[in-house]
C-alpha cells in the first residue's frame, strides 16, 4: 500500500492521494531509502499533492523536515531538482533552509554544484546561510570556481555565463575569497584545477591572492600543470604572475609534475616560459630523471631542445639512466607492462644519441647492465646488450675486487639472468679477467722492453767510429793528446758495448726477429723456470726418477729478502695454512673456491699457475708447499739457534 502513495505523489496524482488520505492511510511510512510521500513530490510543479500531505500539522510536524538515509530532506531533494515552485511553497511552510546532509553539504552548496541560479534570491531571502563548510572544509565559492571549466560528464555542463554569474553572487554578497578548504587550498587553487579560465580571471580582478599554497607547498600553477592545463598555465605565469619556479614540500616544481603525470603540451609550455630544465629537488633529482623513468620520450625530447643536461647524478648518485632501471623493475612487479615498453624505448633513443655513455657508472661503480643484472632483469639486460652494452665489463669494488655483470647475478642468486649472461652472451667473472688482462699487459712490455732494447744496440752499432788520420802530419800542437783521448773514449765505450752485451746473453735475451717473438711466446713458460732457478733454490716433491725428468713436480721456495727472515716465513706459513683450511671446506660444501690475490702472488712465485687446475691438485700442492716451509722455518731455528752470540766490546776486552 505504501508504493502506491508514493508513486501517486511522484506522478501529481493529488486526486489518488486525496481518497488514501480519507480512508485513513498512514501517510508517515518510509521507503527503502527512508523517505516520505513529500520527497516524492519534489520533483512536481504542483504542489496539490504536498498541501494535502501538509494540511495536518501533526503529520506536518514528522515529514516537512524528515531527512533520508543520506541526510537530504524535500527541500534538499527540490533543490537539486531546481523546482523554483515547490522550493518556495517548502520554505512558505517554514522547512528549515539551514539543514544539511550527511556530508554537511547545505542548501547553497546544492544550487551551486547543479548551476540553479534563480533559486539563489529564494533561499537567501529566507536566511539561508551562504557560507559553510561542508565535511572537507570546503564552501560554496569554491564549488563555485569550478564551474566555468568542461566537465568530464556532459551531463554536468553549465553554461560559463551562468558559471560566472553564479560566483559573482558570492563575491556580491562579501563572501571570504581567499577562504581555505581542508587542504588548505582557496577558489583561486580550486579554478587552476579545473582550467577555469574565466573565473581565475574574476578571482584575480577582486583581488584573490595568487600566491597562495596549500599544505604541501602547491601554488595554483602546479594545479593546472597536475591535471595538463596548458592553456591555464600561461595565463598564471603572464597576466597574474605566478612564479615559474616555485617548489612544493620535495622541492618540485610545476615542471615535474607535467613530466610525471605526462602532458606533454605542458611541458612544452612551461619549458617555452623559461623554466629550469636542470632544476634539482630535495632528492637531487631533475626532470629528466622524472622524463626516463616513466618512460615520457616526447617530453625528454622538449627537455633535450631546451638543453637540459640528462646526465646529472641524484643525491644517491644514480644518474637518470640507473634510476629508469630501477624503476623497470617496480613496473614488473605491479604488471605494468606498458610503462616498461615506453621506458625501453627511451633507453634506446638515448643510447643512440649518446652511444658511449652505455658503460656510465653510478657512485657504487655499477653500469646499467651491472644493476639490470643485479635484479635479474632479462628483458632490460637484452636491451642494454643491443644497445651496444660490454657483457664482461669491469666495476671495481672497495676491497679491489673487479666484479662483471655475470658476478652480480651469481652474488644476487639471480639464477636465469645468471644462465642468459653465461650461456648467450659469453659472461665470465671480473677476478679471471682481471687476471688475464695482467698477464697480457705484462707479456706485451715486456715485448716492448726488447724491442727498445734491440732499437738501441742496432742504433749503436749504426754510429759512426771515430778513426784518427795519421797519415796526415799534425800541425797543432794539440792534436797528439786530442787524439789520445778520443781512443780513450772509444775504448771506454766499446767496453760498455761488451757489458750490455754480455749481460743481455746472461738474461738470455736475443735480437727481436719475428721468429725469436713466436719463440718467446711459445717458451716463455720455459724461461721463467730458468730464470727461476737462477734466483731460488729447488725441492723436490720426490727422489724418484719421474720427479727428476718432471720439472713441474718441484716446489721452489723462494729465498729472497721479502722471506729471508723466519717471522716473515712464518707469515707466509700461516696465509698457507689458513687458505688451505678454506679450501677444504668450500670443496667440502661444494662451493666456489676463490684463490685471494696474496695466495695467487706465492703460487705464480714458486711456478705453479692454479688456472685450469682441479682442485685436488691445488690442495695437494698446498700441503707439500706447506711442508716444505715447515722444513725450511726448522732450519733455521737450528741454524740461529747454533751460531755463538755477539760478543761487545766490553766483554771482549775482558777476555
Given at each position: 500500500m505504501s508504493a502506491l502513495l508514493f508513486n501517486a505523489c511522484q506522478k501529481g496524482n493529488s486526486d489518488y492521494v486525496k481518497s488514501l488520505i480519507d480512508s485513513k492511510y498512514d501517510i508517515n511510512q518510509l521507503d527503502e531509502q527512508g523517505r516520505s510521500a513529500l520527497h516524492y513530490c519534489s520533483e512536481n510543479?504542483?504542489?496539490?499533492?504536498?498541501?494535502?500531505?501538509?494540511?495536518?500539522d501533526a503529520i506536518k510536524t514528522n515529514i516537512l523536515n524528515l531527512r533520508d538515509n543520506e541526510g537530504c530532506s524535500a527541500l534538499h531533494l527540490a533543490c537539486m531538482n531546481g523546482n523554483e515552485t515547490m522550493v518556495k511553497f517548502l520554505c512558505e511552510q517554514?522547512?528549515?533552509?539551514?539543514?544539511?546532509?550527511?556530508?554537511?553539504?547545505?542548501?547553497?552548496?546544492?544550487?551551486?554544484?547543479?548551476?540553479?541560479?534563480?533559486?539563489?534570491?529564494?533561499?537567501?531571502?529566507?536566511?539561508?546561510?551562504?557560507?559553510?563548510?561542508?565535511?572537507?572544509?570546503?564552501?560554496?565559492?569554491?564549488?563555485?570556481?569550478?564551474?566555468?571549466?568542461?566537465?568530464?560528464?556532459?551531463?554536468?555542463?553549465i553554461d560559463s555565463v551562468k558559471g560566472l554569474a553564479i560566483l559573482q553572487k558570492f563575491i556580491d554578497h562579501k563572501?571570504?575569497?581567499?577562504?581555505?578548504?581542508?587542504?588548505?587550498?582557496?577558489?583561486?587553487?580550486?579554478?587552476?584545477?579545473?582550467?577555469?579560465?574565466?573565473?581565475?580571471?574574476?578571482?584575480?580582478?577582486?583581488?584573490?591572492?595568487?600566491?597562495?599554497?596549500?599544505?604541501?607547498?602547491?601554488?595554483?600553477?602546479?594545479?593546472?600543470a597536475t591535471r595538463g592545463h596548458a592553456f591555464c598555465i600561461r595565463m598564471l605565469v603572464e597576466q597574474c604572475g605566478c612564479p615559474i619556479e616555485g617548489e612544493d614540500l620535495n622541492g618540485c616544481?610545476?615542471?615535474?609534475?607535467?613530466?610525471?603525470?605526462?602532458?606533454?603540451?605542458?611541458?612544452?609550455?612551461?619549458?617555452?616560459?623559461?623554466?629550469?630544465?636542470?632544476?634539482?629537488?630535495?632528492?637531487?633529482?631533475?626532470?629528466?630523471?622524472?622524463?626516463?623513468?616513466?618512460?615520457?620520450?616526447?617530453?625528454?625530447?622538449?627537455?633535450?631542445?631546451?638543453?637540459?643536461?640528462?646526465?646529472?647524478?641524484?643525491?644517491?648518485?644514480?644518474?637518470?639512466?640507473?634510476?629508469?632501471?630501477?624503476?623497470?623493475?617496480?613496473?614488473?612487479?605491479?604488471?605494468?607492462?606498458?610503462?616498461?615498453?615506453?621506458?625501453?624505448?627511451?633507453?634506446?633513443?638515448?643510447?643512440?644519441?649518446?652511444?658511449?655513455?652505455?658503460?656510465?657508472?653510478?657512485?657504487?661503480?655499477?653500469?646499467?647492465?651491472?644493476?639490470?643484472?643485479?635484479?635479474?632483469?632479462?628483458?632490460?639486460?637484452?636491451?642494454?646488450?643491443?644497445?651496444?652494452?660490454k657483457i664482461n665489463s669491469f666495476m671495481r669494488t672497495s676491497a679491489g675486487n673487479y666484479l662483471t655483470p655475470y658476478d652480480l647475478a651469481r652474488i644476487r642468486c639471480q639464477e636465469?639472468?645468471?644462465?642468459?649472461?653465461?650461456?648467450?652472451?659469453?659472461?665470465?667473472r671480473g677476478n679471471l679477467l682481471a687476471n688475464i688482462y695482467a698477464r697480457r699487459i705484462q707479456k706485451y712490455y715486456r715485448q716492448y722492453k726488447l724491442r727498445k732494447n734491440s732499437l738501441v744496440i742496432h742504433r749503436e752499432k749504426s754510429t759512426p767510429k771515430i778513426i784518427n788520420n795519421l797519415s796526415k802530419p799534425s800541425t797543432n800542437i794539440l792534436t797528439k793528446p786530442k787524439n789520445v783521448l778520443l781512443k780513450q773514449a772509444q775504448l771506454c765505450l766499446d767496453n760498455k758495448k761488451y757489458d750490455d752485451l754480455k749481460k743481455t746473453r746472461s738474461l738470455n735475451f736475443q735480437p727481436l726477429t719475428k721468429n725469436s717473438l713466436v719463440l718467446d711466446e711459445i717458451n716463455a713458460q720455459d724461461r721463467r723456470r730458468v730464470f727461476a732457478k737462477?734466483?731460488?733454490?729447488?725441492t723436490p716433491l720426490t727422489h724418484s726418477d719421474e720427479a727428476k725428468l718432471d720439472p713441474t713436480n718441484k716446489i721452489i721456495i723462494h729465498t729472497s729478502n721479502s722471506i729471508s727472515t723466519s717471522n716473515k716465513l712464518y707469515e707466509r706459513r700461516k696465509l698457507l695454512a689458513e687458505e688451505l683450511h678454506k679450501l677444504k671446506q668450500a670443496r667440502l660444501h661444494h662451493h666456489y673456491i676463490v684463490i685471494n690475490r696474496p695466495l695467487y702472488k706465492i703460487l705464480i712465485e714458486n711456478a705453479f699457475n692454479p688456472q685450469n687446475r682441479r682442485a685436488d691438485e691445488i690442495e695437494k700442492y698446498l700441503e707439500t708447499l706447506l711442508k716444505a716451509y715447515d722444513t725450511e722455518l726448522e732450519a733455521i731455528r737450528k741454524r740461529t739457534r747454533s751460531v755463538p752470540p755477539k760478543l761487545n766490546r766490553r766483554t771482549s776486552q775482558l777476555l
Open positions: 510543479t504542483d504542489i496539490n499533492c504536498a498541501c494535502l500531505l501538509l494540511k495536518d517554514g522547512a528549515n533552509v539551514e539543514l544539511v546532509d550527511n556530508e554537511s553539504h547545505s542548501l547553497i552548496h546544492w544550487i551551486t554544484v547543479c548551476g540553479h541560479l534563480h533559486l539563489f534570491d529564494i533561499l537567501l531571502q529566507y536566511k539561508a546561510p551562504i557560507h559553510t563548510a561542508d565535511i572537507h572544509n570546503a564552501f560554496p565559492i569554491h564549488y563555485a570556481s569550478q564551474l566555468c571549466s568542461v566537465p568530464t560528464n556532459e551531463d554536468l555542463r563572501v571570504n575569497i581567499d577562504c581555505t578548504d581542508g587542504q588548505i587550498r582557496t577558489p583561486f587553487m580550486w579554478a587552476a584545477s579545473a582550467g577555469a579560465i574565466d573565473a581565475i580571471r574574476l578571482l584575480y580582478k577582486y583581488g584573490a591572492n595568487q600566491l597562495h599554497i596549500d599544505k604541501d607547498s602547491l601554488s595554483a600553477l602546479h594545479c593546472a616544481t610545476a615542471l615535474f609534475y607535467a613530466i610525471t603525470l605526462d602532458h606533454p603540451d605542458v611541458c612544452q609550455v612551461l619549458l617555452k616560459l623559461k623554466a629550469d630544465p636542470n632544476h634539482k629537488d630535495n632528492r637531487g633529482r631533475t626532470p629528466s630523471h622524472c622524463a626516463i623513468s616513466k618512460g615520457n620520450l616526447i617530453c625528454l625530447k622538449y627537455l633535450i631542445e631546451s638543453h637540459a643536461n640528462i646526465w646529472i647524478k641524484n643525491k644517491r648518485g644514480d644518474y637518470p639512466i640507473h634510476e629508469a632501471i630501477n624503476s623497470l623493475s617496480v613496473n614488473k612487479v605491479r604488471n605494468q607492462t606498458d610503462e616498461s615498453l615506453q621506458v625501453y624505448n627511451i633507453i634506446r633513443y638515448i643510447f643512440k644519441l649518446y652511444p658511449y655513455r652505455i658503460s656510465i657508472q653510478n657512485d657504487e661503480h655499477r653500469t646499467p647492465l651491472h644493476l639490470a643484472a643485479s635484479l635479474g632483469d632479462i628483458d632490460t639486460c637484452e636491451v642494454l646488450i643491443e644497445c651496444g652494452a636465469a639472468c645468471m644462465k642468459y649472461l653465461i650461456h648467450k652472451h659469453g659472461g665470465q737462477s734466483k731460488t733454490t729447488i
